[in-house]
Structures are given as C-alpha cells and as structure tokens.
C-alpha cells in the first residue's frame, strides 16, 4: 500500500462532481501527449520507490558498498533489490548500459562480469561485490581509441538505430576474449543472446569476423 493511502472508509468524503474537477481545455491530444512525456519520468520514479521501500524493510543489509567497474573502485549506496543495470545506469551514470525489457530478454544491458557476459538488469549489484565489471564506457583506450570490435562495428555499418549495439559490443568482445578466430556459426551463438530490434544481425555478424581479422 502507498503511504498516504487510508484504510479508514468510515469518514464521509465530500465528493467533487467529475465535471468540476475536468479542465475543459484537456483535449484528448494534450492527455495523450502528456502520458508519452511524463511516462518515462514515473515509471523510473515508481522503481526507485520500490527498491527504497524494500531497503527500508531490510534494513540490516549493508548498502554502502565497493564495486569494481572498467578498472575502478566506486563506493556507491545500493538498495538489497537493484539491480546492476539501475546502479550504472542511475547511481554512477554510466547510460551506455540500456534498459530494453528489464526482464533478461533483449540483452541490451549486457555487460561483462568477471570474463562472462551477464544481463546487468537480472543481476543484483551486491552479487558482483568485489568482482570486475566491464561496461562499455570501460572499452575505449585512454587516449580515445575505439576498441576493435567498436571499430569493426563502424566499419561495417552495423549500428541501424543503435538501441541494441552496446549489446552487440560487449557480447562481441567476451567472444573474442575467448575465441579470437570464431566461426560465422559461433559467432551467431554467442551473439544470440542480443536482439536487435532493426534486424541488423548480418552487420553485427560482419563486425565481428571483420574484428577477429577474418574479413578484409
Ligand atoms: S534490458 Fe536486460 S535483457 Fe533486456
Ligand atoms: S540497431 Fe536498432 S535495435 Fe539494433
């Protein structure tokens, strides 16, 4: 129940009359673009409140917590429930990590944790506690160069709206950290895991074969 909700039905309300509480200038137009603009604001807002609540509850937990991200300490307050997609993303403002499904589906919050890609909106901040955590601001080279597989991503155009491609980057290169030579075939197996919303899975292909040195 959201604070502020009364269980008490016993008080009479005085009730306002719906066409008194109706601004006559809200077209349907202005009610329809408001829900679009306001959407995105409330829904993150509401998540944010759900995790405070559960912290709250689970109040022992220790949220001040140290996480290893692209080579860096970073002390960050973290709620028992988030998510590590929610703490890159909303804590330490790395929004190269994107939010898809939120639900382990579409693999556009993939990231690299101790070697092996995960879903950063299936798992729990404080399960990577002490691990090293790859996101894609952590590929560029100091001096601003791409990484290889960023490169090949360019190269071959692979990018159509680039919702998916931070992915498709970070699915590439735990592939090629592993199997720097892979088949078309087991690149499309370790790729399957990100969908692509454009269709772009050829290009994405390409990129990575043209990465591992397989296409001129
Ligand atoms: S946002 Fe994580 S899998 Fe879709
Ligand atoms: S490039 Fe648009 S979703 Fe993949």
């Known amino acids: 129940m959201c604070p502020g909700t009364s269980l008490n039905t016993s008080i009479p309300q005085k009730k306002t009359p719906w066409s008194d509480t109706v601004n006559p200038k809200l077209t349907r137009r202005r009610f329809i673009k408001a829900a679009i603009f306001t959407g995105a604001a409330a829904s993150s807002g509401a998540g944010w409140y759900m995790a405070s609540a559960q912290s709250r509850q689970q109040g022992a937990v220790e949220r ?28 330490l403002n ?48 100091a001096d601003g160069t ?37 088949s078309r075939e087991e690149a499309r197996q370790a790729m399957a895991g990100n969908l692509c919303r454009c269709g772009a899975y050829d290009h994405y292909l390409n990129g990575v074969m043209r990465a591992s040195g397989q296409l001129s």
């Open 146 to 182: 791409l990484h290889p597989v960023q490169q090949a991503f360019v190269d071959e155009l692979s990018p159509q709206c680039g919702f998916c491609t931070p992915g498709q980057v970070m699915s590439a290169v735990a592939l090629l950290n592993t199997n720097p030579r892979p």
């Open 64 to 91: 001040l917590v140290s996480l290893n991200i692209n080579g860096r300490t970073r002390r960050v307050d973290v709620a028992p429930q988030e998510t590590l997609a929610h703490t890159l993303r909303y804590r």
């Open 94 to 141: 790395l929004t190269g990590t994107k939010l898809g499904c939120n639900r382990g589906e579409c693999g556009s919050c993939t990231v690299i944790v101790e070697g092996t890609t995960h879903y950063a909106c299936s798992t729990l901040t404080h399960s990577v506690k002490g691990k090293e955590v790859t996101t894609v601001e952590g590929l560029r080279a």
